[in-house]
């Protein structure tokens, strides 16, 4: 698989008038850039090559190659690696579209079945896709569904810790406070990959994509950790890359927790403060105290 990255800024920064202790003055501020990125396919059937347009999601700069491949992959419409030929920006004469069009060139030989995806395909940075039919839908495109699980165990101390660990890593974060993160953390609690996305679908699509290519899926015996709430968005990508814990710094739906219920995902929530919440737990996971 062949990629193509180009360089893209995630932070801007601009004037802005701060107040503070009732006085005002000029401030230069960093805040989160958000661009669109057309995602599109591009596949040879018999008699001609295709090129279909996937996706417009609202996304910062950065990674776009791990969050087209990411995408396909968490939609179904790609099942691993090897169906991916290679990924590249867009060769458009204008310069800003050709960083915000990514195409994901496949396999010779294998045709997407684009007509599965029954999604519609337009994103937001706030509220991911929306509209899939129904819990039971995910099953027919996960690869991972009939996946063993082994036996875990992780500690309190472990969990409590994936917070800061998490923050500590978000560079993004920390110079504009306007940015979610999605982080792969082993079960000794040490971090192994850090995507982070004004959307937080697009940062779980990044690290996901980021998987695909590291050729580490399924992500079994690793923890997802989540620096927001936890959508049923976020739980049908986890299930998707076979990730078997999910902590969320914030509240999970009531959906998320009926689909990681419905594909026996552990999902905490509210892990902040040397506390989290269980909505579920799954019997092959051990919570230990030491």
Do not use: W
């Not at 990255?5 to 701060?18: D, G, R």
């Not at 090559?49 to 417009?56: D, G, Q, R, T």
């Not at 999605?182 to 998987?211: P, W």
């Not at 999970?252 to 902040?272: H, N, Q, W």
């Amino acid at each position: 698989m062949k990629t193509n990255t180009s360089e893209n800024k995630s932070v801007q920064k601009i004037e802005i008038i701060k107040v503070k202790d009732n006085k005002s003055f000029f401030y230069a501020d960093d805040i989160s850039v958000e661009e669109p990125l057309e995602i599109r396919v591009s596949y040879r059937t018999e008699d001609r090559k295709e090129s279909k347009n996937i996706s417009v999601t609202m996304r910062t700069p950065g990674n776009d190659n791990e969050l087209a491949v990411g995408f396909l992959f968490t939609e179904g419409i790609i099942s691993g690696g090897e169906q991916v030929k290679s990924v590249n920006h867009s060769q458009a004469e204008c310069s800003r579209n050709r960083e915000n069009i990514v195409i994901v060139e496949l396999a010779d030989g294998f045709i997407p079945q684009l007509m599965k995806a029954d999604r519609n395909f337009y994103t937001t940075s706030s509220c991911g896709v929306c509209g899939k039919g129904s819990i039971e839908s995910i099953r027919t495109v996960t690869s991972f569904q009939n996946l063993k699980k082994s036996h875990q165990k992780v500690t309190f101390e472990t969990l409590y810790q994936l917070p800061e660990k998490l923050q500590s890593f978000q560079n993004n974060f920390s110079a504009t406070g306007g940015i979610h993160a999605s982080g792969i953390f082993d079960l000794e609690g040490n971090l192994l990959a850090l995507r982070e996305d004004v959307g937080r679908h697009n940062a779980l699509d990044k690290l996901i994509g980021y998987a695909l290519f590291m050729n580490m899926l399924p992500l079994q015996q690793k923890i997802l950790v989540l620096s927001g709430r936890a959508s049923f968005e976020l739980i049908q990508k986890a299930a998707m890359a076979g990730i078997s814990i999910v902590a969320a710094i914030g509240a999970p739906s009531s959906l998320a927790v009926d689909l990681a219920k419905e594909f026996d995902i552990t999902l905490l929530g509210f892990l902040r403060d040397e506390r989290f919440n269980i909505y579920h737990k799954s019997s092959s996971l051990e919570i230990i105290q030491k």
